[in-house]
């Protein structure tokens, strides 16, 4: 049986299909962001097979649906869990040739685990910084300058947008898939 990326239920608040309230709190709406960026990330995967994503679509570029799910688990654990979080942990994908932060070294046959990879690092990252207040601040390693949880929040719905859009493309690119929201079946 040929694995295929499983189909996303959207969540919702307030009966509106963008899952972040318009109204709520700073915490609700940043969390409510950046929920709905990693909803469309799984989205724009939905229902397609391991080969499928880890295919490359628009040539010259090695970039695959595959890769940016593995880029993005690498992303969520630096920001989350090693810089914000301190957590002595090394990388998700830390195989031969997985370099450029899960980008490269991308394997259909090891897209079940990439995902199930990809919703451990979320949860474990929603973990880490659960009760956590957004002013509380590091020292970043890689920008040697203090920054807090709220600018961590902005900056991995930033990560997501930019790569969601790389999404769209690729995901366009294998079936005509396009929209926010999981394709029908």
């Not at 960026?37 to 295919?55: F, I, N, P, S």
Request: aromatic residues 8%; contains cysteine.
């Amino acid at each position: 049986m040929t694995w295929t990326a499983p189909r996303i239920e959207r969540t919702t608040a307030d009966g509106d299909q963008l899952n972040v309230p318009s109204t709520a709190h700073e915490r609700a709406m940043l969390e409510g962001w950046l929920r709905w960026h990693r909803e469309t990330l799984l989205t724009k995967c939905a229902g397609l097979t391991a080969v499928q994503l880890a295919h490359t679509t628009a040539e010259p570029s090695g970039l695959t649906l595959l890769g940016l799910v593995r880029h993005l688990a690498e992303i969520e654990r630096w920001w989350f869990r090693r810089s914000f979080a301190g957590e002595p942990i090394g990388d998700v994908f830390t195989a031969p040739g997985d370099g450029d932060e899960g980008l490269e070294g991308v394997d259909a046959a090891h897209a079940e685990r990439d995902f199930a990879a990809y919703r451990a690092e979320v949860e474990a990252c929603e973990a880490a910084v659960a009760g956590r207040g957004l002013d509380e601040t590091f020292v970043s390693a890689t920008r040697g300058r203090t920054v807090s949880l709220r600018w961590v929040f902005l900056v991995m719905i930033q990560e997501y947008a930019r790569h969601n859009g790389h999404a769209d493309l690729l995901r366009e690119r294998t079936d005509g898939a396009t929209g926010d929201y999981p394709p029908p079946g």
